[in-house]
């Protein structure tokens, strides 16, 4: 017996919980390796919260604007999910990033983990800057994003604090509260 996160017979908090499922899991896969900027968390939690709707439902009054429609039914939606258990994408993915920094971290200097997880660094850009590729990767208009960057601003130091894992773990809610404050 198949539920479907849009089948009306089937309870909303189990929807939703269908929804962090698959659709959460599949859309924040490997989120600690991204580097997004701005704007595109924005319309990833945009296109979360049109999901999150359209799962919840809440029908528009006959002679409702839309614009009131739309913020209600996205409160609604927020708060339903949020009491379901339903993850915040950009959250966690700030989350996950920092979990993962910090194995990063404390991962042996010469290994292929940090090797892997920082090969796109700033030594990288300026070769292949200078040896005539102008298109390899992504365009040259805008400056290049690396990996540790959102680290930085929060942590200037976060190699060096991530060695302490119980340290580094109660840096987490206030990394949070930092990053999503800047958003």
């Given at each position: 017996n198949e539920s479907s996160a849009f089948d009306r017979r089937v309870s909303v908090r189990r929807r939703l919980r269908l929804f962090?499922?698959?659709v959460s899991s599949c859309a924040t896969w490997c989120c600690e390796s991204w580097t997004?900027?701005?704007a595109e968390l924005r319309q990833l939690e945009s296109a979360r919260r049109?999901?999150?709707?359209k799962i919840v439902g809440?029908?528009?009054?006959?002679?409702e604007q839309w614009l009131d429609w739309i913020q209600r039914a996205t409160t609604a939606a927020l708060r339903r999910s949020e009491?379901?258990?339903v993850r915040c994408w950009t959250e966690w993915h700030y989350r996950r990033k920092w979990?993962?920094?910090g194995h990063v971290a404390r991962s042996d200097w010469d290994g292929w983990l940090r090797h892997v997880t920082a090969w796109r660094d700033s030594e990288w850009q300026a070769f292949n800057k200078?040896?005539?590729?102008?298109r390899l990767f992504r365009p040259q208009v805008r400056r290049w994003r690396r990996w540790e960057d959102s680290l930085r601003q929060q942590a200037p130091h976060w190699t060096r604090l991530a060695h302490d894992r119980e340290e580094w773990a109660k840096m987490l809610p206030d990394f949070l509260?930092?990053?999503?404050?800047r958003e």
């Open positions: 962090d499922t698959t997004p900027r701005v049109a999901m999150l709707r809440t029908q528009r009054g006959p002679h009491d379901a258990g979990m993962w920094a200078d040896s005539g590729c102008s509260s930092r990053v999503s404050s």
